[in-house]
Antibody
Framework: QVHLVESGGGVVQPGGSLRLSCAAS????????MHWVRQAPGKGLEWVALIWNDGRSKYYADSVKGRFTISRDNSKNTLYLQMYSLRVEDTAVYYCVRDPYSSSWYEHWGQGTLVTVSS | EIVMTQSPATLSVSPGESATVSCRASQSVGSNLAWYQQKPGQPPRLLIY???TRATDIPARFSGGGSGTEFTLTISSLQSEDFAVYYCQQYDNWPPFTFGPGTKVEI
């Protein structure tokens, strides 16, 4: 059974940094592309970043490019999102998502971790 | 960037009735479209991919149609557990992957 568990969320001041983690289990992590998708309180879904299964290719939304870094450790079955220069508008629940083909639909979602950027 | 729109924003339906949600893309996405259902406090759940293929364990009362720029999600004979927010998403032309703003299906 596919299991994705995010952690690392919390309250941070504007300009601060935070690193999110997503522990994967129940499947061969190294075979799948992984995304981060976020949802601001009461709002819709926004794609944040994609990393291919081997970690060689990474893509970002313009809203986070240059501030966020997606990475993975296939030996630890873990996905990461390093966030720098956080802004109030980055406040959201961040979901870790599995993509069957590294460029397609989102077949499995974690429960999410809440990041609050506030002074 | 491909912009996705959905209509209506809110759909009021009685249990047992059917509901149709529309999704439009600003340019053709072929059949590279997915639908998700989200209930309060839960992550989204994949319903449909490839515009019309039901995901694993999704009941047959959910059906997707369309191609190019116009798509529909139809829920026949609505059950109480179907009242939720529904999102469409394109994965044809990326980055970015883009979602519609959502349609709330309410009683």
């Amino acid at each position: 059974q596919v299991h994705l568990v995010e952690s690392g969320g919390g309250v941070v001041q504007p300009g601060g940094s935070l690193r999110l983690s997503c522990a994967a289990s129940g499947f061969t992590f190294s075979r799948y592309g992984m995304h981060w998708v976020r949802q601001a309180p009461g709002k819709g879904l926004e794609w944040v970043a994609l990393i291919w299964n081997d970690g060689r290719s990474k893509y970002y939304a313009d809203s986070v490019k240059g501030r966020f870094t997606i990475s993975r450790d296939n030996s630890k079955n873990t996905l990461y999102l390093q966030m720098y220069s956080l802004r109030v508008e980055d406040t959201a629940v961040y979901y870790c998502v599995r993509d069957p083909y590294s460029s397609s639909w989102y077949e499995h979602w974690g429960q999410g971790t809440l990041v609050t950027v506030s002074s | 960037e491909i912009v996705m729109t959905q209509s209506p924003a809110t759909l009021s339906v009685s249990p047992g009735e059917s509901a149709t949600v529309s999704c439009r893309a600003s340019q053709s996405v072929g059949s590279n479209l997915a639908w998700y259902q989200q209930k309060p406090g839960q992550p989204p759940r994949l319903l449909i991919y490839g515009a019309s293929t039901r995901a694993t364990d999704i009941p047959a009362r959910f059906s997707g149609g369309g191609s190019g720029t116009e798509f529909t999600l139809t829920i026949s004979s609505l059950q109480s557990e179907d009242f939720a927010v529904y999102y469409c998403q394109q994965y044809d032309n990326w980055p970015p992957f883009t979602f519609g703003p959502g349609t709330k299906v309410e009683i």
